[in-house]
């Protein structure tokens, strides 16, 4: 008895497990098909997107034609390095700002933190794109968009305030979680406040920091809206920048 | 090539400019997986 009953439900588990497969794999293709799409149409030969019928999945004759026209052709590795500069620079500005708020937020008792974290959040929603026409006004003000170099100082500022407000909250959140007791202890063994942030604190946020990093490197790798406010020289081109000249 | 939209060209850059963002997923996946063990973030 216990036996039929026991090969009944391993049947059971086997229709749940494959329900659960199906439905999985059918996500998957969903999220990867556009991937797809995108690089059998860059081995496209023909300049056209690749057609969509079941015999064209697969690419009929491959060329890297698109990609040696774009490396070679058109500046693509100048544009690269220019990305990587503004996002390199919006990465570091944002991890380290986002770690100290995040910690100073979490650990102290700040007068008038609640509303300090409300308008944290509430600065969230709002539209990062519609900051470019007071951001330009200001910098161009302020001289910074006489230089190449300053420009990209000025960009590396305007992203990293405009990450730097979400991943603060998100620091703050993920320390609430850690106990306070590390640091404490620390502290007894002799190190200072500042060294138990840093040493005690900073190492255990290393998750969120890598989000934060993620995060920041997104923001200022994909924007569009200040890079095409702010950037005037066809030198000083950023990848999105290129890929909208290119596409027009 | 001619000046009509090269689809083939803005494919083939949205593939390469993708490759540093996948780069850095690479590099902190480590710890990124760590963030969706522990519940994912929570606001």
């Known amino acids: ?248 | 090539m001619n000046r009509a939209t090269l689809y083939n060209v803005l494919a083939a850059f949205s593939v390469l400019m993708g490759i540093p963002i996948f780069a850095v997923f690479i590099a902190f996946q480590k710890y990124l997986v760590q963030i969706y063990a522990m519940g994912g973030v929570k606001a």
């Open chain 1, 1 to 248: 008895m216990s036996n039929r009953y026991s090969l009944k439900n391993r049947f059971v588990n086997w229709v749940r497990l494959g329900i659960s497969y199906i439905i999985l794999a059918i996500t998957a293709a969903i999220a990867v098909f556009p991937i797809y799409y995108i690089i059998i149409t860059s081995v496209n030969p023909i300049p056209t997107l690749a057609s969509i019928t079941l015999r064209s999945l697969l690419p009929e004759n491959p060329s890297l034609e698109a990609y040696y026209y774009i490396l070679f052709k058109e500046p693509f590795l100048l544009w690269l390095r220019n990305s990587l500069i503004l996002a390199a620079g919006t990465v570091a500005i944002t991890v380290i700002v986002a770690f100290i708020t995040g910690a100073a937020l979490s650990r102290f008792n700040i007068p008038g933190k609640t509303m300090l974290m409300v308008t944290i959040y509430v600065m969230t929603f709002f539209p990062f794109a519609a900051t470019a026409l007071p951001l330009y006004l200001m910098f161009a003000s302020l001289g910074i968009l006489k230089h190449a170099w300053s420009t990209y100082v000025g960009l590396i500022l305007a992203y990293s305030g405009g990450t730097s407000i979400f991943s603060s909250y998100l620091v703050k959140v993920f320390l609430d979680r850690i106990p306070k007791d590390y640091e404490e202890a620390a502290l007894i063994d002799g190190l200072t406040r500042l060294g138990a942030f840093f040493r005690i604190l900073l190492p255990m946020a290393k998750p969120i920091i890598a989000f934060v990093a993620l995060l920041a490197f997104m923001g200022a790798y994909t924007d569009y809206a200040l890079a095409y406010a702010f950037i005037t020289r066809g030198s000083m081109w950023t990848l999105t920048l290129g890929m909208y000249y290119l596409a027009s």
